[in-house]
Every structure is written in C-alpha cells, then in structure tokens.
C-alpha cells in the first residue's frame, strides 16, 4: 500500500488517499489466477495457494465455493485470512479507526479490499455481533462515502436498528442526509421513524413513518406479505397504497424488497405493528383529502429517480449471503459479457493493476439470475441449465429426472478437496485478536473513537 492522490478532485474529495500496489510476483500470481478461473481449473487456483497462501482473490473465490456448500466456518476462515493478508500491507498512516483514510473503488487492487470487509460484515452479522458490523459498516463507507460502491448505506441501518444504536442512526441520518441523499433511500425512510419510536419520540416518530408511508408506499404491501399479515380493508381499499407497486420502476421496487427482507422482523412486534397501523390510517387521511402536495411530488420522484438499479446496489446483492436478496438481481444488468465472483460488475473506469492477455469472454445467459451467475462464476463447469429448471422437474417430477445428481456430487468432492487443501498446506486459523485496528466489539462502549 501507498499514498495517493485522488484520480479526479472533486468539491467533495477529502481524506487521505491510499491504493494497494502488485509487485511483479503478485502481478503474476493474479494473471495465474484469473487464467485459472477462465480455463475452468480448481486445481490451478489451489496451485497459486501453495505459492502464495494468502492470494487475496483466490481466497474470495474459495471462500465463495464453501459458503456455496454451506461450510461457513470454511467459508469465515478465507476471508479472515484474506483480510490478514491485507493487513500486513497497510501503510503506517493508514488507518481505519479516524474514518479519514479514502481507496478508490476503480483501482482494481482496491476492490478486494472492498469486497473482503463487506463478506467480513455479513458474517460477523450472522454470529450476531451487530455493533461490531455496525463498527464495519462505518469503516466500509469512509473508503468511499460519496460513490459508496457497494452500497452499505442498505445495510448500515439495519445493523444500527440491530444493536440498538438508534441515537447513531437518528444522527446519522440528519449529519448526512443533504450529502449522501439518504432521504432518497426507503431503508432509512423507514428505520428513522423506527429509531425514534424506540426513543420514545413519538412526535417524531410518527411523522417521520408518515412521510415514509407518503414517498415508499409500497414497502407497506410488501411488509404485510412477508409477515402473513392481511391488510384491514381500509387499506385494501385505498388504491395509493393497493396499487403503488404498479407504478414503481423495477429499480425502486429491489431496494425496497430488499429492506423488507432484512428488516421484517424488526416490525413484527405487537408495539411496533401498532405504531405503523396508526400511521397507516394518518396517511390515508391525508390522501383522502388530496391536499398535501408530497403525493404528487413523491410519486414525479418514484418514476423519474429509481430508472435503472444502480450497480452498487447489483454488486451489493451478488456480494449478500442471501438467496432471497441475490433473487432481486436484475435480468438486464450488462456486464460485458464477463462475471467474476471476486470482482463483480467493475466500473466502466477501471484501472488495472496488472495486464492481462484479452480472454474469449464468457456469454452469459440473461435469464440467468443472481444465484446462477454467481454459480457461473464460481464453477463454470456447473450445469447452470440444471439449476434453472422448472421447480417440479427439480423434485424429480416424472420426465424431470431430478437436478444434477453429478453437479451435487461434484460440489461435495470438491468442498471436501478444498479442506483437505487447507489442513495441507498447514495454514493456522487467523482470529479477530490478530486482525488489528478493528472496531470495537458489542461490549463496548459507544465512545469508542466512533466517527460518523
């Protein structure tokens, strides 16, 4: 790693700049690897291990295939080592506690970094250790708060709602709203009014859930389905909300699938059902009136800002360990032809940190979902027509003949190789005590030179 200035100053470029550098043995390294994966050849990958046990992009790619296999502990063990690796390459001024420390996203040596702390977040999210991903979220979006390239922004509330950090949240979302756009955001138009709700701020609380019912109707809908709950007939009967989802862009309706999915069991409780029905029946009040003018306003805003999903929400489905969240993938997301699990969608503004010689690219099936192209990714060879077929001739179904029996076979040789190769070549696990200058962990304290 070493200093840097910005590629293109902005009003909005403070910090200090750092970038990860190849030398010529790494470079290499990360030509072998990438060949590897475009030839198909595991085996080539576990041979760049043997030389190198801490390549960063071959760690990401078999920690992909053991999450795949649903070996996590596997799968938790790569990433922490990659992000060791990482670590030993710091610049002694770079640090992530100031929240000062800036990478830029189209450096390609960079976005492994990226990639490394959000796979990092999610797991450690999974043990339940939400302040100490919440810590994480913060650090992710410091590297890049204004392109925010794998769009934390739709996870940071979540973690802050998590861990009861509501006061953050609430001050978060009133620092930053005018810089980073967030009232734009449904997770945070409604985690906000959550926020205040279990703060007692009630006045708030409800005006703030108003506004977010005006502006993301949909969400409403959405929420009641994903809790089995049957709307009341008011609400059935109020076409703003019965038929939103009707006028909402493929774009907006994934974001806010993708808070639901998240968050609905941070609505399910009986306090908070209440709350939400009481401001449910405020809002239709207001419609029913048709005075207030953010009806039309908000509804010019759900069809002209949500056109096309960005593509750091894209890279931020691939990158989520959830089969649920990778369906919102969608279909129509260009990619050049070309999908790696360790690098997905690079800006169009790349810079590469090694030349390679150009590959034949590989054709990817549009209807290829998230999932699939990830399995693509990850093993080529994988019978992605055999994944995609129709849920009956899954089940074996007469005329099926049942998904790839040779696929899962292959899968579960393979897992078992990649921990052979492991306990082979002697790698010690790498704990959070060795991982240093990390965020504070959930006992303690909120003063823990937190930054915004």
């Given amino acids: 790693m070493k200093p840097s200035s910005p590629l293109s100053e902005t009003p909005s470029t403070t910090g200090n700049y750092f970038q990860f550098e190849y030398d010529k043995d790494y470079q290499r390294l990360a030509i072998q690897f990438f060949d590897s994966v475009d030839q198909h050849d595991l085996q080539g990958i576990m041979d760049i291990l043997r030389q190198y046990p801490y390549h960063i992009d071959a760690l990401l790619h078999l920690s992909d295939v053991s999450r795949m296999q649903d070996d996590t502990p596997t799968a938790v063990d790569l990433i922490e080592r990659a992000l060791y690796s990482f670590q030993q390459s710091f610049h002694p001024l770079f640090s992530i506690i100031r929240g000062e420390c800036r990478l830029e996203y189209r450096i390609q040596a960079n976005r492994s970094f990226f990639i490394c702390l959000f796979k990092h977040i999610i797991y450690i999210g999974e043990r339940g250790c939400s302040r100490t991903a919440l810590e994480f979220c913060k650090v992710l979006l410091s590297l890049d708060p204004i392109d925010d390239p794998l769009a934390i922004l739709l996870l940071l509330d979540y973690y802050a709602i998590r861990c009861e950090e509501y006061n953050y949240l609430i001050h978060f979302y009133t620092e930053q709203n005018q810089r980073l756009n967030l009232d734009g955001l449904p997770n945070f138009a409604y985690s906000t009014a ?4 279990r703060l007692s701020s009630y006045d708030e609380a409800n005006e703030t859930l108003q506004n977010a019912l005006i502006r993301f109707p949909s969400i409403l809908k959405y929420l009641l389905d994903k809790l089995s709950i049957k709307p009341d007939r008011t609400v059935e009967k109020c076409r703003y909300f019965s038929d939103s989802e009707r006028y909402e862009t493929n774009a907006l309706k994934c974001v806010q699938q993708l808070y639901v999915v998240r968050m609905s069991n941070e609505w399910k409780e009986k306090d908070e059902l209440e709350f939400l029905r009481n401001n449910v029946n405020q809002v239709i009040h207001i419609i029913e009136q048709n005075q207030d003018s953010r009806i039309t306003n908000y509804k010019k805003l759900r069809e002209t800002c949500y056109r ?3 593509v750091n929400v894209c890279r931020h489905i691939i990158l989520s360990e959830s089969n649920e969240i990778r369906g919102f993938l969608p279909n129509d997301m260009e990619n050049g032809g070309r999908f790696y699990n360790v690098d997905p969608f690079p800006p169009n503004d790349s810079i590469a940190s090694f030349q390679r010689t150009e590959r034949p690219t590989m054709q990817i099936n549009s209807s290829y979902n998230g999932i699939g192209m990830l399995l693509r990714s990850l093993l080529p060879n994988f019978n992605l027509e055999n994944f995609l077929v129709a849920p009956d001739a899954q089940a074996g ?7 790839g029996e040779n696929d899962a076979g292959m ?6 190789s990649i921990r052979d190769f492991i306990r082979d070549i002697g790698l010690t696990n790498i704990g959070e005590d060795q991982l240093q200058q990390h965020p ?11 930054f915004d």
């Fill in 194 to 197: 959550l926020a205040y709700f």
């Fill in 440 to 450: 504070a962990d959930d006992d303690n304290d909120e003063n823990n030179n937190e």
């Fill in 411 to 416: 899968l579960q040789a393979l897992q078992e």
């Fill in 397 to 403: 179904a007469v005329g099926g003949g049942g998904v």
């Fill in 308 to 310: 096309r999903t960005p």
